[in-house]
């Protein structure tokens, strides 16, 4: 009775597989049609980094976009429509967790592609040797460009990072190949920041004597190598730097000395990188010891209002503290900034307000468009096949809600816009005291919102 139940049910197996070839019905790679499309991203939610986090909001909007416009995700290849999900872990700030939680997005949760925040790299690159080792597509949706490169390519002889595509700004480096187009305000961290200092014509309304500081994670001091120089290039006297005056430990708390010696050298422009909780630490410090630059810009540390309102309000430390700014909720459709369906810019904005109650982070935007690229690249496959998704990003030529995005095949870069921004404070607006407009900008399509503040004000002294 056994045999003849067993032989039966081996015929039927064998005529469905041989069915299968002939019409050659569609298989993953675990021998199944697709049922979804997964994305992935590790995240900083929590911790020092929690302002990068939130792009998280952005991301997860750029795919209940594409379902509820397209019922879905259609694969080509398979003739099937199935549902986008986006699985996120919280890697808390800690570089550590970045490389094993993006392991496990694609061994055990089994993604189809990965994203990556704008944000330090050392919150990315892990997730670039995962992409690369598993053959998984990744995109990187910030920058800068260099941190990511070179970093990624030290002591081999010829390295190659296939799987990752970075949309987003470099610091504007000629040495590297193909770079992203320089002298252009609007298009490298360099030239945006500079275009600031052109605004106010720094060089003419302040002694031109600056200071610098960074912390010493990869971003701070790959910033501290390469901006004192062009800072001096640009007709800045740079001080301190050749003893390494304003780079500190991660652990630092005490900054008195650095700020004594800005003082000593009678510095008034103030220019550096770092996390947003170390700079309220050391603005603290100017405070405490009168110190009163004219101009304060400072790289990722005031990039979100998160950060800018742990400074405080009595005084407002963050007013008129300034930044390289990513993206605009003022973005027009008619000049390229385009989401899925019927999104907007001014619409993700609404949303993130309605949805969340908290001050514009202006990192959505980037999110946003991570995710937008990576569907635009699997809808285009038709596939969930690694290789084909990523053949697709490589093709991508897309106007998304960040700017237009085409990878350049060597470097994997595609340059989006950015301006320049400082901080403004409003005592009377309770619920956002701060918010970030834009004082300058070089591009016809990103307005500037109003006019710059300088010199910073007195409740810094």
């Known amino acids: 009775m056994r045999k003849s139940v067993v032989i039966p049910v081996i015929i039927v197996v064998v005529i469905i597989a041989v069915v299968a070839a002939v019409l050659n019905w569609p298989q993953d790679q675990n021998g199944e049609v697709p049922t979804e499309v997964l994305l992935g991203a590790t995240l900083p939610e929590t911790g ?40 996120i872990k919280n890697n808390q700030s800690d570089f550590e967790q970045v490389g094993p939680q993006s392991t ?61 595509w970075f949309a987003g700004f470099a610091i504007g480096d000629p040495t590297l190949p193909n770079p992203p187009p320089r002298d252009v305000p609007g298009y490298t961290m360099v030239d945006t920041w500079f275009m600031f200092m052109d605004e106010v014509g720094a060089l003419n309304v ?104 742990s400074w405080g309000t009595t005084p407002p430390l963050g007013y008129g503290v300034g930044c390289e700014v990513w993206w605009s909720p003022d973005y027009q459709v008619s000049d390229g900034f385009v989401g899925i369906g019927d999104r907007t810019a001014a619409s993700l904005a609404e949303d993130w307000a309605d949805e969340t109650g908290k001050p514009l982070n202006r990192g959505i935007g980037s999110g946003y468009m991570a ?49 320049f921004g400082q901080w403004f404070y409003d005592a009377e607006n309770v619920a956002e005291p701060f918010y970030q407009f834009l004082t300058a900008s070089a591009l016809d399509s990103i307005p500037e919102e109003r006019d710059p503040i300088f010199p910073l004000p007195d409740w810094w002294s």
Not at 52 to 59: I, N, P, S, V
Not at 76 to 83: L, Q
Request: proline share 6%.
């Open 206 to 309: 302040t002694n031109g004597i600056a200071g610098v500081f960074a912390s010493s994670d990869a971003d701070g001091v790959g910033w501290y190598e390469a901006f004192p120089g062009l800072m001096e290039n640009y007709g800045l006297t740079v001080v301190g730097v050749e003893d390494e005056l304003g780079l500190f430990s991660m652990e630092t708390t005490d900054y008195s000395s650095i700020v004594s010696a800005w003082k000593d050298f009678n510095v008034e422009v103030l220019w550096g990188n770092c996390p947003g909780a170390h700079f309220g630490d050391l603005i603290a410090e100017c405070k405490a010891q009168n110190f009163e630059p004219k101009i304060c810009l400072a790289a990722r540390a005031a990039l979100f209002p998160l950060d800018v309102e």
């Open 371 to 419: 995710a937008q690229v990576m569907l635009n690249a699997i809808h285009e496959a038709g596939d969930v096949d690694g290789d084909a998704i990523n053949a697709a990003l490589a093709d991508t030529d897309l106007n998304t809600i960040s700017g237009w995005v085409n990878f350049d095949p060597v470097t994997h870069f595609s340059a989006v816009p950015l301006a």
């Open 48 to 87: 020092i980094f929690a302002g990068f986090g939130e792009q998280g909001w952005g991301m997860q909007k750029a795919v209940d976009d594409w379902n509820d416009t397209y019922d879905g995700m259609y694969l080509s290849e398979w003739d099937v429509t199935v549902p986008v999900k986006l699985i």
């Open 104 to 164: 496990d997005l694609v061994l055990t949760n089994k993604v189809n592609a990965l994203l990556s925040p704008n944000a330090p790299c050392g919150l990315h690159d892990p997730t670039s040797v995962v992409a690369n080792a598993n053959g998984v597509p990744s995109i990187i949706c910030g920058g800068p460009l260099e941190s990511w490169y070179f970093g990624m390519r030290s002591g081999e002889s010829d390295p190659k990072w296939p799987y990752t």
